[in-house]
């Protein structure tokens, strides 16, 4: 299905003003014909005004008015006539029907357009087709939407069940696809991200894990969803633009809003991180304190302060380590004796 863009169809406002003014000459031809008749002329006038004034409005159904960003898909006895883009005042073919699948369907994103039954609110809305087709509800919005589907609960690669959201911002660029060649374009995009979510991110460890292949080369990577949350959601982006290439949606771009372990190994994997967290503070703690042993026994020996034996050497790292590495404050004893 290739789109057909009627560009030629700006007259609406014309029609409109050529239309008022013969139903004024209507109504004129019925007030003198019916004078004629009482005088005894034929009523020929007055016969063609009424049949006018009867089949007159047809032609204001073919008027159709479009705001910035929006667009029309029409179709004549079922067959695609073509498409109305872009602002102005149109007039077209009064017994056109536009097509819009995905009219009613409210899904969790920006850019749904609000129904409504009363002739007034969709005079207000933009229309002034009074046919079941012409409603403006069956407008297609060209601006760049924001789909944010609900939370997903998908296993990682290591197994671990994980939840995640992501935000998809997207726009129709061919409205003869999206209204021909799927379903309904908003429940047909929303299924392929929710798909295209669950392949990416199994893939990927929720943490960096050793000896896990997240690009495929057959090396192991430092890949994850918490660390390459970028790579992560430009390999979906991809994905999902793969699979709606037919329906003529263009993803601009996707992100990940959520990313949390699942609630039944939350508190688990808490703890993993909390003593992961714990044993490289000891680590550099220890780093730190052996340090400060080396310095000080090398500026003790450089100034002769103090000459100590190997065995005193021993009992003042182990004193020292003691005070760098304990969790509380140490409390000296004071010698108040000899040296040894």
């Given at each position: ?10 007259n609406?406002l ?29 009523p ?16 204001w159904?073919?008027l ?17 006539l ?6 102005g005042?149109?007039?077209?073919n ?5 097509v ?25 809305n933009?229309?002034?087709s ?10 297609l919005s ?12 998908i ?26 060649n ?13 798909s295209?979510?669950r ?13 896990v ?27 999902i ?9 263009e ?27 714990i044993?490289?503070?000891?680590k550099?703690?220890?780093?730190g ?17 103090v ?11 182990s004193?020292?380590?003691v ?18």
């Amino acid at each position: 299905m290739k789109e057909i863009v009627l560009s030629n169809r700006k007259n609406g406002l014309l029609v409109l003003i050529v239309s008022i003014l013969l139903y004024v000459l209507a109504t004129l031809g019925v007030i003198f014909g019916a004078l004629a008749f009482e005088g005894g002329a034929r009523p020929v006038m007055m016969i063609v005004s009424l049949v006018y004034l009867c089949v007159g409005w047809i032609p204001w159904l073919g008027l159709k008015v479009l705001r910035p960003q929006e667009a029309l898909v029409l179709t004549l006895f079922g067959k695609y006539l073509g498409t109305l883009k872009g602002d102005g005042f149109y007039f077209v073919n009064p017994f056109c029907m536009s097509v819009n699948p995905a009219a009613k369907t409210k899904l969790n994103q920006s850019g749904d357009v609000k129904s409504s039954d009363s002739p007034v609110a969709s005079l207000v809305n933009g229309t002034l087709s009074i046919n079941g087709g012409g409603s403006a509800n069956n407008k297609l919005s060209l601006k760049i939407m924001t789909l944010n589907n609900a939370r997903q609960k998908i296993n990682d690669c290591l197994g671990n069940p994980v939840e995640i959201g992501i935000a998809v911002t997207w726009r129709i660029v061919d409205t003869a696809k999206a209204v021909f060649n799927v379903d309904n374009y908003k429940e047909f995009l929303s299924l392929q991200c929710d798909s295209a979510l669950r392949n990416v991110v199994r893939l990927y460890p929720y943490d960096v894990a050793p000896n896990v292949d997240t690009t495929g080369d057959g090396m192991a990577d430092d890949g994850s969803l918490r660390g390459s949350s970028e790579v992560v959601a430009g390999r979906i982006r991809d994905e999902i633009q793969r699979r709606v290439e037919e329906a003529g949606i263009e993803i601009v771009e996707a992100r990940i809003t959520y990313l949390a372990y699942a609630p039944e190994i939350a508190a688990v994997m808490l703890q993993r991180q909390q003593a992961s967290a714990i044993i490289d503070a000891r680590k550099m703690i220890v780093d730190g304190a052996v340090g400060m042993v080396e310095m000080a026994l090398d500026r003790l020996k450089d100034n002769g302060v103090v000459e100590l034996d190997e065995e005193r050497k021993a009992a003042m790292v182990s004193n020292l380590l003691v005070v760098l590495c304990g969790n509380r404050d140490a409390q000296p004893v004071v010698n108040s004796g000899s040296l040894y």
